[in-house]
């Protein structure tokens, strides 16, 4: 019972721990990325007064509408618009019709008062106020009572004549277009053309006046369609924009007022504190860490044992990252052409495709392409995104994620960088050709060349890093794999030099295993390796085994079953401890502890039934446990069995081998040896099959050849 207690009271503390570290790691990943990234939001206020010299390039960080030079531009299209005009061709006939209403009216008026040269004035004045109470009102001709007097008291023959001409004049006066300007040019002109050769002078002055006032202009303004033209061509003047990158103030330029103007319009001269962008980034800053998090999540769901330590590697190498492209971005500073180009930043993905996994790579390089895209845009003091960089690091660092197989060797410093590094010139390459920007065969070269660079740096610094994360976090890698297979590891010299029966089951059962790996997609080479170290707990007591019994001496025959059983059942646990204390693994520990699983004792069972006069449990005889918990230890526990059953067959026959491979299947599987892992019963009847197949080979029949035949004829001829 205290031990149930103490076992819950240490889960719970683990869960605790766990819980705090992980929020931890996720506040700290949160908290150094917005600090690396803090620039991009911070105010970039250039040194800058007005009427002094610049002493360097300023362009605007934002694309922003110059209003007050797009108004300005749309009052010059106003004014320079012409205003409108209309014609009226029929004025002219109008006017005639009018200025023949005033000769009738003076005719009738004069014919009714008997009106002629001698009429007293007292009756002309009288005609004269009769006139202008009979003319048109609306027409205001503004004839003088001098010019109504002359009209009127001139002959009847004269005022015909008077009309005729006055008409003429009008007409041919008003067939062009007279606007309000030519008006009096017009009228002065039509004036001079009286003819006087049948007008005298006082009668040329009358006609005079009437052109002037019946002579009006037929050519006038259209205020309508003049404002609509000027709100047409201001609506087609195009709003006047300050592009981001744009040069507003050029190095050794006198700065004006108009560049001050502009300066503040895009926000480089705003000294008002803005918290907007700092939320921006924070949401930023979350989302990054957000997804940042359900990879680490997503990698660690379905491992059977949970560890913090994925967590703090893929922390460690993540922020490493983009603390390594903050640097990076400061080679911009030394102005030398591309060299920003070398941040290697595929070092990252191909640490996290080495220790953690593909995806887990292929979402870093996503994320830190994001990042570096803020961090480089900081370095241009253009924009916040610098999305050229962008793409580079994303093309760079997936590349680094894909082309290395994590399940192989070491990354090839040759090899995995020559790719890398192919990849990053590719990508510069088409950057530079999209741009359309001109350069030099100089600075081409160095543009490719810094590129080209990064992928070998980031190679060489993946196979530095690694050894230290391999041994920090105890990190099972194919690498570390590979280096605990080596025969001169100090354990598997162990067993072959105390127990040399154990080591060549060992590397049998490694090779049985491996292969059945990898039918079922399980990780052969750990695999491999377990099975060498699995019966490292056999050195203990190596002579208590039959494959180390070279003399022939078999010291179980002399101490009791029950003795022989705990022997035989210690060394898993013998195994584990030994593990253990050499600093293993605990992948290849818990292979060698559970590779027996809960299975029978059956020799020494049966010889304890034999010798007791009651009956004995099987549980007395049954290894402790626990059983296989992964696919690559039930694996290493059937060819475990197996090989050891095999061997010990007389004249094994390929029929025989298959029939003792299938029947040791099935009672493993019906004693539910297999009930505690995730391997499939589909899986295991191919890992049965893959045995017998690599058994086959071992046990085939062989040629004899003809010394072999002789032999065996003299032998039949001496009987």
Same mark, same amino acid.
């Given at each position: 019972?205290?031990? $149930?207690?103490?076992?819950?009271?240490? #889960?719970?503390?683990?869960?605790?721990?766990?819980?705090?570290?992980?929020?931890?790691?996720?506040?700290?990943?949160?908290?150094?990325?917005?600090?690396?990234?803090?620039?991009?939001?911070?105010?970039?206020?250039? &040194?800058?007064?007005?009427? *002094?010299?610049?002493?360097?390039?300023?362009?605007?960080?934002?694309?922003?509408? &110059?209003?007050?030079?797009?108004?300005?531009?749309?009052?010059?299209?106003?004014?320079?618009?012409?205003?409108?005009?209309?014609?009226?061709?029929? !004025?002219?006939?109008?006017?005639?019709?009018?200025?023949?209403?005033?000769?009738?009216?003076?005719?009738?008026? #004069? #014919?009714?008062?008997?009106?002629?040269?001698?009429?007293?004035?007292?009756?002309?004045?009288?005609?004269?106020?009769?006139?202008?109470?009979?003319? %048109?009102?609306?027409? &205001?001709?503004?004839?003088? %009572?001098?010019?109504?007097?002359?009209?009127?008291?001139?002959?009847?023959?004269?005022?015909?004549?008077?009309?005729?001409?006055?008409?003429?004049?009008?007409?041919?006066?008003?067939?062009?277009?007279?606007?309000?300007?030519?008006?009096?040019?017009?009228?002065?002109?039509?004036?001079?053309?009286?003819?006087?050769?049948?007008?005298?002078?006082?009668?040329?002055?009358?006609?005079?006046?009437?052109?002037?006032?019946?002579?009006?202009?037929?050519?006038?303004?259209?205020?309508?369609?003049?404002?609509?033209?000027?709100?047409?061509?201001?609506?087609?003047?195009?709003?006047?924009?300050?592009?981001?990158?744009?040069?507003?103030?050029?190095?050794?330029?006198?700065?004006?007022? %108009?560049?001050?103007?502009?300066?503040?319009?895009?926000?480089?001269?705003?000294?008002?504190?803005?918290?907007?962008?700092?939320?921006?980034?924070?949401?930023?800053?979350?989302?990054?860490?957000?997804?940042?998090?359900?990879?680490?999540?997503?990698?660690?769901?379905?491992?059977?044992?949970?560890?913090?330590?994925?967590?703090?590697?893929?922390?460690?190498?993540?922020?490493?990252?983009?603390?390594?492209?903050?640097?990076?971005?400061?080679?911009?500073?030394?102005?030398?052409?591309?060299?920003?180009?070398?941040?290697?930043?595929?070092?990252?993905?191909?640490?996290?495709?080495?220790?953690?996994?593909?995806?887990?790579? +292929?979402?870093?390089?996503?994320?830190?392409?994001?990042?570096?895209?803020?961090?480089?845009? +900081?370095?241009? /003091?253009?924009?916040?995104?610098?999305?050229?960089?962008?793409?580079?690091?994303?093309?760079?660092?997936?590349?680094?994620?894909?082309?290395?197989?994590?399940?192989?060797?070491?990354?090839?410093?040759?090899?995995?960088?020559?790719?890398?590094?192919?990849?990053?010139?590719?990508?510069?390459?088409?950057?530079?050709?999209?741009?359309?920007?001109?350069?030099?065969?100089?600075?081409?070269?160095?543009?490719?060349?810094?590129?080209? $660079?990064?992928g070998f740096l980031a190679v060489i610094l993946a196979n530095g890093v690694l050894p230290l994360f391999e041994t920090g976090f105890s990190i099972?890698?194919?690498?570390?794999? +590979?280096?605990?297979?080596?025969?001169?590891?100090?354990?598997?010299?162990?067993?072959?030099?105390?127990?040399?029966?154990?080591?060549?089951?060992?590397?049998?059962?490694?090779?049985?295993?491996?292969?059945?790996?990898?039918?079922?997609?399980?990780?052969?080479?750990?695999?491999?390796?377990?099975?060498?170290?699995?019966?490292?707990? !056999?050195?203990?007591?190596?002579?208590?085994?039959?494959?180390?019994?070279?003399?022939?001496?078999?010291?179980?025959?002399?101490?009791?079953?029950?003795?022989?059983?705990?022997?035989?059942?210690?060394?898993?646990?013998?195994?584990?401890?030994?593990?253990?204390?050499?600093?293993?693994?605990?992948?290849?520990?818990?292979?060698?502890?559970?590779?027996?699983?809960?299975?029978? +004792?059956?020799?020494?069972?049966?010889?304890?039934?034999?010798?007791?006069?009651?009956?004995?449990?099987?549980?007395?005889?049954?290894?402790?446990?626990?059983?296989?918990?992964?696919?690559?230890?039930?694996?290493?526990?059937?060819?475990?069995?197996?090989?050891?059953?095999?061997?010990?067959?007389?004249?094994?026959?390929?029929? /025989?081998?298959?029939?003792?491979?299938?029947?040791?299947?099935?009672?493993?599987?019906?004693?539910?040896?297999? %009930?505690?892992?995730?391997?499939?019963? #589909?899986?295991? !009847?191919?890992?049965?099959?893959?045995?017998?197949?690599?058994?086959?080979?071992?046990?085939?029949?062989?040629? *004899?050849?003809?010394?072999?035949?002789?032999?065996?004829?003299?032998?039949?001829?001496?009987?």
């Amino acid at each position: 019972m205290k031990d $149930l207690i103490a076992d819950n009271d240490k #889960k719970l503390k683990n869960l605790v721990m766990n819980y705090i570290a992980g929020w931890g790691a996720f506040v700290v990943t949160g908290l150094v990325l917005y600090s690396l990234m803090l620039g991009s939001v911070l105010p970039k206020n250039p &040194d800058v007064h007005l009427h *002094e010299i610049a002493t360097a390039d300023i362009q605007s960080p934002i694309d922003a509408i &110059d209003t007050q030079a797009t108004e300005a531009k749309k009052q010059e299209a106003i004014v320079s618009t012409p205003s409108a005009y209309t014609y009226d061709k029929n !004025k002219g006939l109008m006017q005639v019709e009018k200025v023949g209403d005033l000769f009738d009216t003076i005719a009738s008026v #004069k #014919k009714d008062m008997n009106i002629n040269v001698d009429t007293s004035p007292t009756n002309v004045s009288a005609a004269i106020q009769k006139i202008a109470d009979g003319t %048109d009102t609306s027409q &205001d001709q503004g004839l003088s %009572d001098r010019t109504l007097r002359t009209l009127v008291i001139a002959s009847d023959h004269d005022l015909q004549v008077a009309e005729d001409i006055t008409s003429t004049s009008i007409y041919e006066a008003m067939n062009a277009k007279v606007g309000w300007n030519d008006l009096e040019k017009a009228q002065s002109k039509a004036a001079a053309n009286l003819p006087s050769s049948v007008l005298n002078d006082q009668m040329r002055t009358a006609l005079t006046e009437v052109l002037r006032d019946y002579i009006t202009a037929n050519y006038t303004f259209d205020a309508t369609a003049t404002k609509r033209n000027k709100q047409e061509a201001a609506s087609s003047v195009d709003n006047i924009v300050i592009h981001q990158g744009e040069v507003i103030v050029h190095k050794g330029e006198l700065v004006t007022n %108009d560049m001050i103007r502009q300066l503040k319009l895009v926000g480089l001269l705003d000294n008002h504190f803005n918290i907007i962008p700092f939320i921006g980034l924070f949401l930023f800053t979350a989302f990054i860490t957000t997804v940042f998090w359900y990879e680490y999540y997503r990698f660690n769901k379905d491992r059977k044992n949970h560890s913090i330590k994925y967590l703090y590697i893929f922390t460690i190498i993540f922020l490493c990252a983009a603390a390594l492209i903050k640097i990076c971005s400061y080679l911009r500073l030394t102005e030398i052409t591309g060299l920003s180009y070398i941040v290697p930043i595929a070092v990252a993905p191909l640490l996290l495709r080495s220790l953690l996994s593909e995806q887990a790579a +292929i979402v870093s390089a996503v994320l830190l392409s994001l990042i570096g895209s803020v961090i480089f845009g +900081i370095s241009t /003091k253009v924009a916040i995104f610098d999305a050229p960089m962008a793409i580079y690091l994303l093309f760079s660092a997936l590349s680094g994620a894909i082309v290395f197989r994590g399940n192989s060797y070491r990354p090839k410093i040759f090899q995995t960088g020559s790719i890398v590094a192919l990849v990053n010139a590719t990508c510069v390459l088409a950057l530079l050709m999209f741009q359309n920007t001109p350069f030099t065969a100089t600075s081409f070269g160095m543009n490719l060349g810094f590129s080209a $660079l990064s992928g070998f740096l980031a190679v060489i610094l993946a196979n530095g890093v690694l050894p230290l994360f391999e041994t920090g976090f105890s990190i099972l890698t194919p690498i570390r794999l +590979i280096e605990l297979s080596n025969p001169n590891q100090p354990l598997l010299r162990k067993i072959l030099l105390e127990a040399p029966g154990t080591y060549h089951h060992s590397v049998m059962v490694a090779n049985l295993a491996e292969r059945a790996c990898e039918v079922i997609g399980a990780n052969g080479l750990l695999a491999r390796v377990a099975a060498y170290y699995h019966d490292i707990g !056999k050195t203990k007591r190596p002579k208590f085994f039959v494959e180390n019994q070279l003399d022939g001496v078999n010291p179980h025959e002399k101490i009791s079953p029950q003795l022989s059983r705990t022997i035989i059942a210690a060394h898993p646990y013998d195994g584990a401890d030994l593990l253990r204390a050499a600093g293993m693994p605990k992948e290849i520990v818990a292979i060698a502890e559970q590779h027996h699983g809960t299975t029978l +004792i059956r020799y020494f069972y049966a010889k304890a039934c034999e010798m007791a006069t009651q009956s004995v449990p099987e549980s007395e005889f049954r290894y402790p446990g626990p059983k296989v918990q992964t696919r690559e230890a039930a694996v290493v526990e059937l060819a475990d069995s197996v090989e050891a059953a095999v061997r010990s067959m007389k004249k094994p026959t390929p029929g /025989k081998v298959q029939n003792l491979i299938h029947s040791i299947f099935s009672d493993r599987l019906s004693d539910g040896q297999f %009930d505690e892992c995730d391997i499939t019963l #589909k899986e295991l !009847k191919l890992v049965v099959k893959s045995i017998d197949e690599t058994l086959r080979g071992v046990y085939h029949s062989r040629i *004899e050849y003809p010394n072999e035949i002789k032999m065996k004829m003299n032998k039949v001829n001496e009987k």
